[in-house]
């Protein structure tokens, strides 16, 4: 399912198997080096980070929201608090393989 996989240090990774998803993505990003199916959103500061997450949100594209560690769905939120971004997204996490949970912050 395609969603938002990770923010690291310098790109927001994708999980991107669909080609509609692909074919909209596929202008702001490059395939990531080690997988064939990923995305990588390459970022260069705090609010360019804030203008391509608003950009992904507006897509409608879930953002991961696993319980453990730092997700993407948990940045997002810490950029609204600071007033960066604005509105809700998607989230998305899995109780097993092939079974997501879906929601909304």
């Not at 080609?19 to 997988?35: F, H, I, Q, T, Y």
């Not at 696993?66 to 509105?87: K, M, N, T, Y």
Request: charged share 25%; with cysteine; glycine share 8%.
């Amino acid at each position: 399912m395609d969603h938002v996989a990770a923010i690291l240090g310098v790109e927001i990774r994708l999980e991107c198997s669909s080609e509609s998803a692909r074919k909209v993505l596929g202008p702001m990003a490059r395939d990531c080096e080690d997988d064939d199916t990923d995305l990588c959103l390459p970022y260069s500061s705090k609010e360019n980070l804030a203008s391509i997450l608003t950009q992904l949100q507006t897509l409608g594209l879930p953002f991961g929201s696993e319980p453990a560690g730092w997700s993407p769905a948990d940045i997002f939120a810490q950029l609204r608090d600071e007033a960066i971004v604005h509105g809700k997204i998607k989230t998305i996490a899995w109780r097993g393989r092939g079974e997501p949970v879906c929601g909304e912050i």
